[in-house]
Structures are given as structure tokens and as C-alpha cells.
């Protein structure tokens, strides 16, 4: 929707949701329709006082060209002379981090699930040759139905055909190592992250966490990856998280088995429970809330 065709008279404004480094976001409620959205307010001082405009404007027509069942949508936009205002999917139960920081950690089928429907919405963006570059329980969020939505995507950027990006974004912890070294990227920064979510949804914590922050990179870089004894969580598992973090093809293959209907070859994965509940998870056999 072009930005001329919306104002603030055309929503009733709730109550505050949330806020990042550039505004806040409110519930509303759009009149005529009474369809419930976010709205994300942005004030232009904080985007010229960070040169963020041009920032903005990518963020913008990335999130609107997106449309999956797993990506929260952007509806439309409009700005007065203050403000810029992104009218947004209300995803009710919020970030998937706080769920987590609640729960201590996931069972497997609820992690299952939540790295499925991640690796689905993922597929579908980089079928658009968009990557992401920020993907962390805290812009993942869940919608009444508890439907995990990618959010966020600040960082996000239009991947050329054969031409890698170069800028060092996103957030320590979920780094992939070509991040790290400061080398050219592409896709695959994001399909690491589904490994390191699927250890911390099950561990409750990243697997490279330290202290330092250059402690971090090493342990990434070294894929240096423990499996604390406690909470249990099963060999099948684990080989998944060893194999997403070690084998930069695992995830292709992965999808690929999944869209052909074929199963994956058992001498280079043996989670096979993990994966049959990811299967499960992506041809929507359960969901759990």
C-alpha cells in the first residue's frame, strides 16, 4: 500500500506493546475494519540523528514484498512530519524469548516445531533472495495461535544473483563464522542460526556463550559446541544441532528431502527422531502451544 493512503485518524490507538532503538509500538485498531494491528511508531529525529533513513526505506519495501504464514506481516505505511508509522501483524503472545527466558527451556516436539516452521519461513526468503542476518529468539514472535513469525528486519537485505554481502551485522551469539571473520555472506548466516536456536531452545542458553565477547568468537569459530549433561536431551538431538553447525549443506538437504517427500540418508544424520518431528512439525501433523 502506498504511504498516501493511510493517516493516525484512521486507527484507535491502544495500549503500548514494546519498544526499540527508534520508537514504540502500540496495539491499534484500524476503524473501519476493526482488524487489530501493531503499530510501530519511528521518530525522524532518532533516524537523522543515526543516519538510519536510508536503513528504514530497505526495511520497509523488504517486509512488505513478504508474505508467509511464518513472517509477520507488514500491512502499510505512513509518516507525518515527527513520525514514520509501519502498520503491523499483532503477533499477541509476543517474543518467542521471553516464552523461553519463562520456560527455562523447550521440549523437543516444541522445539521441533518452532525450528521447523523457522526453517520454512527462511526457505521461503531466500527463495526471494532476501536474507535476514539477525535471526534471535527476541525477533521471533508468536501470534494467538502461538505460530512463530519472523519480525525484525532491520538488518535484513536483497541478495544479487551471485553476489555475497559484506557487512558485519547482527547479534554475538548467533553469529556464523564467515560473520566473525569479517568475510562475504550470503544465506547460509541464517541457516546457522537454526542450529544455534535449536541448542538453546533445548539448553535454555547459547551454545557460544561467554563472558567475552572474544571468547565468543573463538568458540564459534572453533564450532565449539558442549552438550551439558543436564537437561536431558536425546543423542538424535544433539547430532542434529552437531550436523547443522558443522555441515554447511545439512539445511539444503534438509528442505529438499522435505519438499521432495524423501527421507534424508541415515549415514549423514542420525536424529531421526528430531528430524520426524520436524517433518511432522512442517506438514503441520501437531502444533503445541
Known amino acids: 500500500m502506498a504511504a498516501e493512503e493511510w493517516q493516525l485518524d484512521d486507527f484507535e490507538i491502544g ?3 514494546g519498544e526499540g532503538k527508534f520508537g514504540k509500538v502500540y496495539l491499534a485498531r484500524e476503524k473501519q475494519s476493526g482488524y487489530v494491528v501493531a503499530l510501530k511508531v519511528i521518530f525522524k529525529k532518532k533516524l537523522e540523528k543515526y543516519q538510519f533513513f536510508g536503513h ?5 519495501e523488504i517486509q512488505h514484498s513478504l508474505d508467509h504464514p511464518n513472517v509477520l ?3 502499510a505505511w ?26 527455562l527451556c523447550f521440549s523437543e516436539k516444541r522445539a521441533a516445531t518452532y525450528v521447523a516452521s523457522l526453517a520454512k519461513a527462511l526457505a521461503y526468503c531466500h527463495k526471494k533472495h532476501v536474507i535476514h542476518r539477525d535471526i534471535k529468539p527476541e525477533n521471533l514472535l508468536l501470534d494467538y495461535e502461538g505460530r512463530l513469525k519472523i519480525a525484525d528486519f532491520g538488518w535484513a537485505a536483497q541478495l544479487q544473483a551471485h553476489v555475497k554481502r559484506q557487512t558485519m551485522c547482527g547479534t554475538i551469539d548467533y553469529l556464523a563464522p564467515e560473520m566473525v571473520q569479517n568475510k562475504a555472506h550470503d544465506q547460509t548466516v541464517d541457516n546457522w542460526t537454526l542450529g544455534i536456536l535449536c541448542y ?8 557460544f556463550e561467554a563472558e567475552d565477547k572474544y571468547d565468543t568468537f ?8 558442549v552438550f551439558p549433561s543436564s537437561p536431558f536431551v536425546s543423542p538424535e538431538a544433539k547430532d542434529l544441532i552437531s550436523k547443522v553447525a558443522s555441515s554447511e549443506g545439512f539445511i539444503e538437504e534438509a528442505l529438499s528431502a522435505k519438499n521432495s517427500g524423501a527421507s534424508m540418508d541415515s ?23
Open 15 to 17: 495500549k503500548f506493546i
Open 56 to 60: 528504514l526505506r530497505r526495511e520497509i
Open 73 to 75: 506481516r507488514l500491512f
Open 78 to 103: 505512513f509518516h507525518d512530519e515527527t513520525r514514520v508509522f509501519l502498520v503491523l501483524e499483532y503477533a499477541a503472545q509476543g517474543e518467542l524469548y521471553k516464552l523461553l527466558k519463562n520456560l
Open 200 to 207: 538453546e531452545f533445548l539448553y535454555g542458553v547459547p551454545p
Open 218 to 225: 573463538r568458540r564459534i569459530l572453533k564450532v565449539d559446541v
Open 267 to 289: 549415514s549423514k544424520c542420525r536424529s531421526f527422531r528430531m528430524w520426524l518431528g520436524i517433518k511432522m512439525a512442517l506438514t503441520g501433523c501437531y502444533h503445541e502451544n
